[in-house]
């Protein structure tokens, strides 16, 4: 078994951290950029009075943005789980390590929805004549983020309570395969 490495679960956290900063950050850009240069872009891209949201190849770029930072995150997550290994001194920490890959699994599915639902529905609006409720990929995108956002809380915060549950009497425990958690 290998021995606790503190690298590891700095690595760790600093990948979880950045995730959630990208992630955040792939929200926030797009509004603030209507916010604040909305008189350039009502010069440069046609808006419907009726539509309060920006549509056009811009929009879409903006959209592509994000799913690039997702991407970024994603594979920051990837190869931090080659540090779960790291931590696996003692059963329990081998058990948490497992745990918390299953927090970036729900991370990443979330990125998929955006790639595979939002994404076709704002190409879809770019290319169409009328202009479709613009306003549903944005949501889409929102609420994939939020649900990923939500499932990496839930699953840490669960996660550390079993954690600090089987901390306290990990020596009656047995975990003939916490090998299974070192990926090298």
Request: proline share 3%; aromatic share 16%; net charge positive.
């Amino acid at each position: 078994m290998k021995r606790c490495c503190g690298f590891g679960k700095i690595l760790y956290f600093t990948a979880m951290f950045i995730s959630v900063i990208l992630t955040v950050l792939s929200l926030i850009i797009p509004q603030w950029l209507i916010n604040n240069k909305s008189d350039t872009l009502i010069k440069n891209i046609g808006l419907l009075d009726s539509d309060p949201y920006i549509s056009g190849s811009l929009k879409s770029q903006w959209y592509f943005g994000a799913i690039a930072w997702s991407l970024i995150a994603d594979c920051i997550a990837f190869f931090n789980f080659i540090a779960f290994g790291l931590a696996c001194s003692r059963p329990t920490q081998c058990y948490l390590a497992m745990r918390r890959s299953s927090v970036i699994s729900c991370y990443v599915v979330g990125q998929f929805s955006v790639c595979i639902v939002a994404f076709p529905i704002e190409f879809y609006s770019k290319n169409s004549n009328s202009n479709i409720d613009i306003g549903i990929s944005y949501f889409l995108l929102c609420g994939a983020e939020a649900a990923a956002l939500i499932g990496v809380v839930t699953g840490f915060v669960t996660s550390q309570i079993m954690y600090n549950a089987l901390e306290r009497r990990w020596d009656k425990r047995y975990y003939s395969q916490c090998s299974l958690c070192l990926p090298f």
